[in-house]
């Protein structure tokens, strides 16, 4: 099967990150941001908002509503997947007890501890709104979702196209878990969970075309008063700096050409 649009979905501890592929192509950004500085390697245009399955939850005391991140509580509460609490953990994550298997986590590697959640859901955020627990819990994931949901049929809406237009593509380790949720009502042309979801990120990048990029900076000032000599040194320094990055990159293809 060929899809030529497609909004592409990870869910992971600590984001949401979307992609979309419209006539099979997608967006480029030649210099993206990674936390405050610009790089100047080109990525993928993609969008990421601080909601992953890891977010902490809280009650805001002005409004007295749950929030959901933007910080998160990170590997230490196994963030990859599970909303119940690792023993190890000082915070829950927002899902309910119960969603997951809290004795095959991991492959039974992570042990979690329901009670631990669920006393803590209690403690934080079902006795300062006056819920039950586990109306509480669903109202988080309920929230969780809904965020999710806006994000993406915003993204195709911002765009100037319909969710009808594209299937949904969704992957990471919390993808599979929520995209029942963050799809619900929304006309998408199909849904699809592909096999190894919580890996897939790495495969692309494992499986991606090598690309390399080489660059060269040189420093010629070219003044308005500048004779055909002077113009000429510049035209010379031009072709040094060609001729000098083109023998670097021969000579790094000859040496990966010896390799064993």
């Given at each position: 099967m060929k899809l030529a649009n497609v909004l592409c979905t990870d869910i992971g501890g600590t984001s949401f990150d979307i992609a979309l592929i419209t006539d099979g192509r997608f967006d480029i950004t030649p210099t993206p941001d990674i936390s405050p500085f610009?790089?100047?390697?080109?990525?993928?245009?993609?969008?990421?908002s601080a909601a992953g399955t890891g977010s902490f939850v809280r009650i805001n005391p002005n409004s007295n509503r749950p929030e959901l991140g933007p910080d998160s509580a990170g590997a230490?509460?196994?963030s990859a997947g599970p909303r119940a609490v690792w023993r190890r953990s000082r915070s829950p994550t927002q899902r309910r007890p119960g969603r997951v298997n809290p004795d095959y986590f991991l492959g039974g590697d992570i042990q979690l501890d329901p009670e631990r959640a669920y006393a803590e859901v209690e403690r934080q955020v079902a006795r300062p709104l006056g819920l039950k627990v586990a109306d509480a819990a669903a109202g988080v994931i309920e929230l969780f979702e809904q965020t999710l949901r806006n994000e993406a049929v915003g993204r195709i809406l911002g765009k100037g196209y319909s969710p009808a237009d594209y299937a949904l593509l969704c992957y990471g380790g919390g993808g599979p878990l929520h995209v029942a949720g963050y799809t619900e009502g929304?006309?998408?042309?199909?849904?699809?969970?592909?096999?190894?979801r919580p890996a897939f990120s790495a495969y692309g990048c494992a499986c991606a075309d090598f690309?390399?990029?080489y660059d060269?900076?040189?420093d010629m000032p070219i003044l308005p008063a500048a004779d055909e000599m002077v113009k000429?040194?510049?035209g010379m320094m031009v072709t040094g700096a060609w001729l000098g990055l083109e023998e670097r990159v021969a000579a790094e293809f000859r040496e990966v050409g010896n390799r064993p």
């Open positions: 610009h790089a100047t390697c080109r990525s993928s245009g993609s969008t990421r230490r509460s196994a929304v006309a998408y042309r199909d849904v699809l969970v592909p096999r190894g690309e390399y990029r060269q900076t040189i000429a040194g510049i």
